[in-house]
């Protein structure tokens, strides 16, 4: 529903209407500009936007401060199993540093919506079965999951998963063996989201379908094998059946129906056209495919990063003329998100019609593997604002959406020193890392504190201030968007926020940290369908907050976070945005001129032929900018109306009346 400031029109009584003080604009050269129209509605902001992967073995998952870091930066929505780990991993394995139900227990207590990837590479949809039960089960539930093959490390063996309430019985505490299960949760965590195994269509991933020992049940006529979206679609139909028939048992009341994901990395016709005969198996085999995870990693070359190209790559387009943007784009596999919203919108529409196949990234990043710098340095947090931003503005072209989350990878990884350091990428650390958090090994440049946050960590909490509930994504535009980006939001408050991504290299910094003043790019803001207050609030990380960070003795940092008053101009303004700088400006709307001082008359009745009119209003916290209009709504027949020694000026809040002839009058003053 479009959302509209309130109209300029005129009101009865005391108020008519609000014109905002103009005040002239301090002399810059203006090197760009960003258009918003808060009346062209985009979408609405997606309710998991801000998500984060995490894995069995992330040793400090459970630990308050995670928790506490975690609830600060906004997260949302968090990926549990891990990565290629979870098809290797039995979820009711204990050799791991943290358990299913720590990681459930995690997902919960932050208050997220959670992604469960489900161990196919050596499981079988029993064992995802039981999974499920463990998680979202009733313990007072009969049903029998019954054998299914489990994978020894040498050949598949048959296992008993037992009942719904055997597992569920586990979670709850109801059993002497619950704490190996790492979970006393009384009721179901109500899971949903379950993504059948890891990047499948790699032949990098553990999937032991196929050898002689398989017995998956396949369609008739059909093989088993590795890497098969035949093969996989079949076990993904199996799981989807039988938690049906646990849905309508009569024990699981409370229980809601899952929706199951299968993952792509692409949507050209690599890895044996994977995409496409994922999505004809899943209508050939009936199969309700809940959702696609994309796996988004920009760069696949390692020691070929390019902080220009990394920079460019969320919404630029692949032939541009950017320095290192043709390591990261590839035409019929687009690294742009638009673009690739746009594909597998088409793809969704082409085979599996009527059906709403929801679009996640749920694993993303800028480098697939051997991450160095560039991957905890400004820049990276910059890739990752401007991810989120580009994200909100994803539609699709048929129809079904773009994308409904960012899920980065990872929340803590560990450092790793010898890849590449190359002084031409920017940043201070000397080392990579995936994790928005440190997994410790050292301090300063050469090592991490423990939950030491990256600025891909306040590149999410940057987004949680525009990600808020109800919000709605309006339309906006960047005339030089190889400097700037700009993304806008309308709240259900009726504040409209910026999220502004300023990717111009620091002009006086060839080295960070050096600690000198940073340079800006001037940016005007062209709103329209919105009148600003002149009052905002602004969130920023950057250079200077980097900087800081390489300087103290913790290695800890935060967002700078301040109010100012804006100049505004019409419906514009100019704000200076320092280079390298990701940032928030939350406008507050105008509110229109209010009476502060009701209208009167002193003397009153008159005994001469004058008396003084006097009100008094305020717009935003001031009255500067009002102007006062008085006339006379009654006059005795045949007088002529009063005259007044000041009228509509700023100096009218105070002005004399002078009468013509005896009676009564009563005057009206109109504040605009």
Not at 164 to 180: C, D, F, H, P
Not at 384 to 396: I, N, P, R
Not at 625 to 632: K, M
Request: hydrophobic share 35%; charged share 15%.
């Amino acid at each position: 529903m479009s959302r509209k400031s309130s109209p300029r029109g005129r009101r009865q009584a005391d108020i008519l209407r609000s014109i905002c003080s103009v005040e002239q604009l301090e002399t810059r050269t203006l090197l760009s500009v960003a258009t918003v129209n808060a009346t062209t509605i985009v979408r609405d902001v997606p309710s998991d936007l801000l998500g984060i992967n995490t894995a069995p073995w992330d040793g400090q998952l459970s630990t308050s401060q995670t928790l506490s870091l975690s609830e600060a930066a906004g997260i949302d929505a968090v990926r549990i199993g891990g990565g290629s780990t979870a098809d290797t991993w039995h979820f009711n394995s204990t050799s791991n540093s943290e358990s299913i139900g720590q990681m459930a227990d995690y997902v919960a207590n932050l208050g997220a919506t959670g992604i469960v990837t489900v161990d196919y590479g050596e499981g079988s949809p029993q064992e995802a079965v039981a999974l499920w039960a463990y998680l979202n089960g009733s313990p007072t539930d009969t049903y029998s999951i019954g054998n299914g093959e489990q994978w020894n490390g040498s050949a598949w063996v048959s296992v008993n998963w037992d009942t719904v309430g055997y597992w569920a019985s586990l979670r709850a505490g109801t059993t002497v063996n619950s704490s190996s299960m790492g979970a006393n949760h009384a009721a179901a965590f109500n899971f949903q989201d379950f993504e059948i195994g890891n990047e499948i269509y790699g032949s990098w991933e553990t999937d032991e379908h196929g050898v002689s020992s398989d017995t998956l049940p396949m369609p008739a006529g059909d093989s088993r094998a590795a890497h098969d979206p035949t093969t996989l679609v079949s076990f993904s139909k199996q799981f989807e059946t039988e938690i049906n028939a646990i849905l309508s048992d009569g024990m699981e009341a409370g229980a809601t129906p899952i929706s199951i994901g299968i993952d792509s990395q692409a949507v050209d016709g690599s890895f044996n056209d994977w995409i496409v005969d994922v999505l004809q198996q899943s209508a050939i085999q009936g199969l309700t495919l809940g959702f696609i995870a994309d796996h988004w990693y920009t760069n696949s070359s390692k020691g070929f990063e390019s902080d220009s190209g990394l920079l460019a790559v969320s919404n630029s387009a692949p032939n541009a003329n950017i320095t290192g943007l043709s390591s990261y784009t590839n035409s019929t596999n687009p690294y742009n998100w638009t673009l690739r919203a746009d594909d597998y919108d088409a793809l969704f529409a082409e085979y599996l019609p009527g059906q709403n196949v929801q679009l996640l990234a749920d694993e993303v990043n800028s480098i697939s593997s051997n991450p160095g710098k560039q991957s905890t340095s400004l820049v990276n947090g910059l890739f990752v604002a401007d991810a989120l931003g580009s994200v909100l503005e994803t539609t699709g072209t048929d129809g079904l959406g773009g994308y409904d989350g960012v899920w980065l990878w990872d929340l803590h990884n560990g450092p790793l020193k010898t890849n590449n350091n190359s002084t031409s990428l920017y940043g201070w650390r000397k080392y990579g890392d995936y994790g928005i958090l440190g997994s410790g090994g050292g301090s300063g440049t050469t090592g991490e504190e423990l939950n030491e946050p990256t600025p891909d960590y306040f590149a999410i909490e940057l987004a949680s201030k525009v990600a808020l509930p109800d919000g709605t994504v309006v339309a906006s535009s960047e005339d030089n968007e190889t400097s700037m980006d700009v993304y806008a939001i309308l709240e259900a408050n009726g504040d409209l926020d910026l999220l502004i991504v300023n990717k111009t290299p620091d002009s006086n910094s060839t080295a960070a940290p050096n600690n000198q003043p940073d340079s800006t790019l001037t940016e005007q803001f062209d709103l329209s369908g919105f009148t600003a207050s002149g009052q905002a609030q602004i969130w920023e990380y950057g250079v200077a907050e980097d900087d800081a960070q390489a300087n103290s003795a913790t290695n800890l940092a935060s967002l700078t976070n301040f109010n100012t008053a804006l100049s505004i101009s019409g419906d514009s303004f100019s704000y200076a945005v320092p280079d390298y700088t990701m940032m928030v400006i939350s406008l507050t709307p105008q509110t229109g001129p209010t009476v502060t001082q009701a209208a009167a008359a002193d003397p009153n009745p008159v005994t001469g032929t004058t008396t003084n009119l006097t009100a008094a209003g305020s717009e935003n916290g001031s009255g500067a900018g009002l102007n006062y209009t008085w006339s006379a709504t009654s006059v005795p027949n045949g007088v002529a109306a009063p005259t007044y020694s000041v009228n509509g000026t700023n100096a009218a809040a105070s002005t004399i009346a002078t009468f013509f002839g005896a009676g009564n009058y009563s005057f009206l003053v109109t504040i605009t």
